[in-house]
């Protein structure tokens, strides 16, 4: 058996969801097909597809067997053009990972350019603010923000993006406006915590040298950067954030600055990849497209 066909032949069942579909694709006939299905399924030591008399679907296994023929086959492709330089000739998939607010201020706005330049590439966009496994979950490569625990994996920085402090005109109008850290003990903060349950750190600045905390009130917390700019839009209180974060909604009056001189330390913004001995050259160009992108908004 030649296990690079059966894997495109699996693969492009797969995604056809029909024996007979794939076959006519392929240019097999289907009685081949199948056999090549069989022997790989013999070989692996598992069942890959579901059978019935309307459809073929994935199982579970077959599912993360998918995945993982689609990234190798795109990277057998990428090895025929490897010293070709014409943007065209790069292809195949990218999955990458990012926070919600980094990826609908930064990367979703200039995200056309990076395809226009490398149409051949397929971009898997995961967004959320939870901290995925990039090994197990397949990802070429994360963004993350904050200080970074220790993973195993190569972190690059991308910079650090300057915090401010903000609050709703109609917060500031019902509590007013706080000039001093003395008044924070009369104000109120959104919390936010990326695990619920976790006791709140209160009002962070940075004097230069090292961060202080002050603890203030506030009876809301929050586990997404979305709701919790959006609970700091409604009036519930102050919130600590990136500027880039809440540029509309400075533009739009929506947020407005606070004690500009008690920010909090600038947050650290990092490139995170698994320890590979050569990256794909889709995801090199990719890093590098996002580390100039980035460029215009971290210091």
């Keep these: 058996m030649d296990k690079f066909h059966a894997m495109q032949v699996f693969v492009t069942v797969a995604e056809m969801q029909s024996f007979t579909r794939a076959a006519e694709s392929l240019g097999l006939p289907k009685g081949s097909v199948s056999r090549q299905l069989q022997a790989l399924e013999n070989q692996m030591g598992t069942r890959l597809l579901h059978r019935t008399t309307r459809r073929v679907h994935l199982t579970q296994d077959g599912m993360i067997y ?3 023929c689609r990234d190798l086959l795109a990277t057998l492709d990428e090895m025929d053009s490897l010293f070709q330089h014409d943007p065209a000739t790069l292809s195949g998939r990218l999955r990458v990972d990012m926070p919600v607010s980094l990826a609908s201020n930064f990367v979703i706005p200039r995200l056309a350019e990076f395809l226009q330049h490398y149409p051949g590439i397929e971009l898997e966009l995961s967004s959320s603010d939870r901290l995925v496994d990039v090994i197990s979950e397949g990802f070429d490569c994360v963004v993350r923000v904050g200080t970074l625990k220790d993973s195993g994996l190569i972190a690059r920085p991308l910079g650090q993006l300057p915090m401010i402090n903000c609050a709703s ?3 500031l109008t019902r509590f007013g406006t706080p000039q001093t850290l003395d008044d924070l003990s009369q104000h109120a903060m959104v919390h936010y915590s990326q695990q ?5 750190v209160g009002f962070e600045f940075f004097d ?3 961060c202080h905390r002050i603890q203030t009130g506030g009876v809301v917390t929050v586990n997404s950067t979305e709701t919790y700019r959006a609970a700091c839009i409604a009036g519930l209180g102050i919130i600590q954030v990136p500027r880039v974060g809440v540029q509309s909604a400075l533009k739009a009056k ?3 600055e606070i ?3 008690y920010r909090a330390r600038p ?3 990092s490139l995170i990849y698994p320890h590979r001995r050569n990256l794909a050259r889709r995801v090199q160009v990719f890093m590098e497209w996002l580390t100039q992108a980035m460029k215009r908004y971290a210091e």
């Design 196 to 200: 619920l349950g976790t006791p709140p």
């Design 169 to 171: 005109p109609d917060y």
């Design 267 to 269: 947050m650290p913004v």
């Design 66 to 68: 998918y995945e993982r």
């Design 208 to 210: 230069g040298q090292r």
């Design 259 to 261: 004690l500009p001189a």
């Design 254 to 256: 929506t947020l407005q």
